[in-house]
């Protein structure tokens, strides 16, 4: 069931409705949203919804063991014992292919084939964002960042809860559970901002995402070598604002929904195109995501406390991991390991720049100081322009990967950037000015939507109905014939 879909919409008018007037009764409105939560994900595949309940009972009994426990050398066991649970579900639905597959080519390169149990499994929609919620649930009561739930009732919410099921964002139980607690509530600015998110989502990915995948990226991306290098260029470019519409439109509808039915999600992206170093840009990117990974594996594998190689290890196996979370395919391996590995080329530049010119001198007062002032304020906006621009085609080199449908296809894909003998095919005014376009959006004020959702908690709550229903009408005209999955659905 997908958000921009007629189906989506009566659904959720009527959850909307059910939810409110059960407002005051709080255990009867979450058996209603955990049903509705259900339906949604059953929707795809109803067999997979016994899945869900695993899990979510899974992590409902461990936590309550874990939180009920006082020897610390037995939390950890059973924090580790159901950490292991979790993954083992995961690495069975999402990598078994991938790890027999790989087995298998080795095994023939070594002239020792053999035939091995390949199994055709069907991955679960989301299965890696509510492993990862039930995951960080566990590890939160072990670290007595968050108190075990007695309630089997708001665990099952937790790992269900529809908004963000299947794509996130990654939702911590210390932020959503306390939420369960209380009345939900709805202001005039929550409200306002809920309905500029949807639009904004809606737009990003019905016009934009949409018209990108159907009229550039997924030509160029399903045959590299039968065009020039001017349209696998602007495909990258076109790919890199794709997956950014795609994946940020999801989380937008998803806080969105949520803040209407009375809930706070954080934020997911904030403009990580105009990040000025690879760093910069995990912490715009996937914000869910890069801190659950953050707080998860890379401070328990020592963060930067160790030495110079041991930070530049955990910063190499931390992005490794995270690619492999993506997807059972070298492609993804290589994309995880790139982002590892730039991230300590970025960290060891950095440092020896620092050095070099000196940073943190201080020169005194007078004309020389104010000269040396201006002469940094200079050198800062050329360091952060030119940063911006190696940082985004950095990017925009690793997406190859992590689009391309197999490691030869993406090398394809490198290889024909040299080759300008072609002339582009796609270079339309309307792909070129939808790309640049998106790419200028990144440089808005970070809180303009929160400014466009305060002008609209000024109007009735009427008007604002009558707001969305107009936006989404005027977005479905403007919108390519069909729906696309959103480009997450596959992790």
Same mark, same amino acid.
């Given at each position: 069931?997908?958000?921009?879909?007629?189906?989506?919409?009566?659904?959720?008018?009527?959850?909307?409705?059910?939810?409110?007037?059960?407002?005051?009764?709080?255990?009867?409105?979450?058996?209603?949203?955990?049903?509705?939560?259900?339906?949604?994900?059953?929707?795809?595949?109803?067999?997979?919804?016994?899945?869900?309940?695993?899990?979510?009972? =899974?992590?409902?009994?461990?936590?309550?063991?874990?939180?009920?426990?006082?020897?610390?050398?037995?939390?950890?066991?059973?924090?580790?014992?159901?950490?292991?649970? &979790?993954?083992?579900?995961?690495?069975?639905?999402?990598?078994?292919?991938?790890?027999?597959?790989?087995?298998?080519?080795?095994?023939?390169?070594?002239?020792?084939?053999?035939?091995?149990?390949?199994?055709?499994?069907?991955?679960?929609?989301?299965?890696?964002?509510?492993?990862?919620?039930?995951?960080?649930?566990?590890?939160?009561?072990?670290?007595?960042?968050?108190?075990?739930?007695?309630?089997?009732?708001?665990?099952?919410?937790?790992?269900?809860?529809?908004?963000?099921?299947?794509?996130?964002?990654?939702?911590?139980?210390?932020?959503?559970?306390?939420?369960?607690?209380?009345?939900?509530?709805? &202001?005039?600015?929550?409200?306002?901002?809920?309905?500029?998110?949807?639009?904004?989502?809606?737009?990003?990915?019905?016009?934009?995402?949409?018209?990108?995948?159907?009229?550039?990226?997924?030509?160029?991306?399903?045959?590299?070598?039968?065009?020039?290098?001017?349209?696998?260029?602007?495909?990258?470019?076109?790919?890199?604002?794709?997956?950014?519409?795609? +994946?940020?439109?999801?989380?937008?509808?998803?806080?969105?929904?949520?803040?209407?039915?009375?809930?706070?999600?954080?934020?997911? +992206?904030?403009?990580?195109?105009?990040?000025?170093?690879?760093?910069? +840009?995990?912490?715009?990117?996937?914000?869910?995501?890069?801190?659950?990974?953050?707080?998860?594996?890379?401070?328990?594998?020592?963060?930067?406390?160790?030495?110079?190689?041991?930070?530049?290890? &955990?910063?190499?196996?931390?992005?490794?991991?995270?690619?492999?979370?993506?997807?059972?395919?070298?492609?993804?391996?290589?994309?995880?390991?790139?982002?590892?590995?730039?991230?300590?080329?970025?960290?060891?530049?950095?440092?020896?720049?620092?050095?070099?010119?000196?940073?943190?001198?201080?020169?005194?007062?007078?004309?020389?100081?104010?000269?040396?002032?201006?002469?940094?304020?200079?050198?800062?906006?050329?360091?952060? =322009?030119?940063?911006?621009?190696?940082?985004?085609?950095?990017?925009?080199?690793?997406?190859?990967?992590?689009?391309?449908?197999?490691?030869?296809?993406?090398? &394809?894909?490198?290889?024909?950037?040299?080759?300008?003998?072609?002339?582009?095919?796609?270079?339309?005014?309307?792909?070129?000015?939808?790309?640049?376009?998106?790419?200028?959006?990144?440089?808005?004020?970070?809180?303009?939507?929160?400014?466009?959702?305060?002008?609209?908690?000024?109007?009735?709550?009427?008007?604002?109905?009558?707001?969305?229903?107009?936006?989404?009408?005027?977005?479905?005209?403007?919108?390519?014939?069909?729906?696309?999955?959103?480009?997450?659905?596959?992790?």
């Amino acid at each position: 069931m997908l958000f921009p879909t007629l189906d989506f919409a009566l659904f959720f008018v009527i959850v909307f409705l059910v939810a409110w007037e059960l407002r005051r009764d709080l255990q009867a409105r979450k058996l209603v949203l955990v049903f509705a939560s259900y339906f949604f994900y059953g929707y795809w595949d109803i067999r997979f919804t016994l899945l869900l309940a695993g899990s979510s009972l =899974l992590n409902y009994a461990a936590g309550r063991i874990i939180g009920g426990l006082n020897d610390g050398a037995l939390r950890k066991w059973v924090l580790g014992i159901a950490v292991a649970l &979790n993954l083992g579900v995961l690495a069975f639905f999402k990598y078994y292919g991938f790890f027999l597959g790989s087995l298998a080519d080795l095994l023939a390169a070594v002239n020792l084939e053999r035939d091995l149990p390949f199994l055709e499994i069907i991955l679960p929609v989301g299965i890696s964002f509510f492993t990862f919620q039930g995951i960080s649930y566990l590890v939160d009561v072990y670290r007595r960042h968050v108190d075990a739930s007695r309630s089997v009732l708001d665990i099952f919410l937790y790992i269900s809860f529809f908004p963000q099921l299947v794509a996130g964002p990654i939702v911590r139980a210390a932020h959503f559970l306390p939420q369960l607690e209380r009345t939900p509530h709805v &202001n005039r600015r929550m409200a306002g901002l809920a309905v500029v998110l949807i639009l904004v989502g809606l737009f990003k990915k019905m016009v934009i995402a949409n018209y990108l995948a159907t009229e550039l990226v997924d030509h160029v991306f399903f045959d590299p070598t039968a065009y020039g290098g001017g349209d696998l260029l602007l495909g990258v470019y076109g790919y890199a604002v794709q997956i950014y519409c795609d +994946f940020s439109a999801y989380s937008d509808i998803a806080i969105g929904v949520a803040a209407l039915l009375g809930y706070r999600f954080p934020r997911n +992206f904030d403009h990580p195109y105009r990040s000025a170093s690879l760093q910069e +840009f995990w912490r715009r990117w996937h914000i869910s995501l890069s801190t659950w990974l953050r707080d998860y594996l890379y401070i328990p594998l020592g963060g930067s406390r160790g030495s110079t190689f041991q930070t530049y290890r &955990n910063l190499f196996l931390t992005m490794f991991l995270g690619g492999i979370w993506h997807g059972a395919a070298w492609t993804f391996v290589f994309w995880g390991a790139f982002h590892g590995a730039m991230l300590g080329v970025e960290r060891a530049v950095t440092r020896r720049w620092d050095e070099l010119t000196g940073n943190g001198h201080h020169y005194g007062g007078g004309l020389m100081a104010a000269l040396m002032g201006v002469g940094r304020r200079i050198q800062g906006t050329f360091a952060t =322009l030119l940063g911006i621009v190696l940082t985004f085609h950095l990017v925009c080199f690793a997406w190859i990967f992590f689009r391309a449908s197999s490691f030869s296809g993406a090398w &394809n894909y490198v290889a024909g950037l040299a080759d300008w003998s072609q002339p582009a095919q796609f270079a339309s005014p309307f792909i070129v000015g939808l790309i640049a376009f998106s790419l200028a959006g990144q440089f808005l004020p970070s809180g303009w939507a929160v400014g466009a959702g305060r002008v609209l908690q000024r109007v009735s709550w009427p008007v604002l109905g009558l707001t969305l229903g107009f936006g989404i009408l005027l977005i479905e005209a403007m919108a390519p014939e069909g729906v696309a999955p959103f480009i997450y659905f596959q992790f």
